[in-house]
């Protein structure tokens, strides 16, 4: 087991596949709090769009397998599935906290669509990657891989609940870089068509 952890390429596989899983369990444990509550959807939209990035999980996967593998490099498509997942998770960060405003579901929901979509490379090439490089030890190898993946994943869950019940900042001034350090009293947060409202510094 340490002579697995101290494998560089393989402990960065690991933890590719593990903020995978994160990802993954966020979305499922903060997606229906974020659609129908905060965006104000119905369960059957959630239900549609639930089923929508479902699917594409599943295409993109079935792409990969049948015809990425054994004609592009593992690496260079897991770069480009991290690549997208970065650039759609950066979009939902800046959309969350205001960046463009107040934004309705369809861009939300795109964004979500590109990220879990992204997974069907992200997440199969990653665990076939590390243990690839570990036939000597592929038992031990794929006990550490899910555990971890999974660890992290019961991190994130529970985090990403408390973080979507919160609900979307912004920055109170347009001039965001002289008051940055202000935080967080220089920010104000709003659930979609309602009035903002401070959020305080301290206490309740």
Not at 21 to 27: C, D, K, Q, T, V
Not at 164 to 192: G, I, K, L, M, Q
């Amino acid at each position: 087991m340490r002579a697995l952890l101290t494998d560089l390429p393989f402990t960065g596989y690991m933890l590719t596949g593990g903020f995978a899983f994160a990802a993954l369990f966020a979305y499922i444990s903060a997606s229906p709090f974020v659609i129908q509550e905060i965006y104000g959807a119905s369960p059957q939209t959630f239900s549609l769009l639930f089923g929508v990035n479902s699917v594409g999980l599943v295409v993109v996967g079935q792409i990969n397998g049948k015809l990425l593998v054994g004609r592009v490099s593992m690496d260079k498509v897991l770069a480009a599935g991290l690549a997208v997942v970065v650039l759609a998770s950066t979009a939902l960060l800046l959309m969350a906290t205001g960046a463009f405003g107040e934004v309705g579901l369809i861009p939300v929901a795109t964004a979500l669509f590109v990220l879990m979509s992204a997974m069907g490379v992200t997440m199969p090439n990653a665990q076939t990657l590390a243990l690839m490089r570990t036939r000597h030890s592929a038992g031990s190898a794929s006990a550490l891989l899910g555990t971890s993946s999974f660890l992290i994943g019961a991190v994130a869950s529970p985090w990403s609940v408390s973080r979507a019940s919160t609900p979307p900042c912004r920055w109170r001034s347009s001039n965001w870089w002289p008051d940055w350090w202000r935080w967080p009293a220089s920010w104000e947060c709003a659930v979609p068509g309602t009035h903002v409202r401070p959020r305080r510094s301290g206490g309740s």
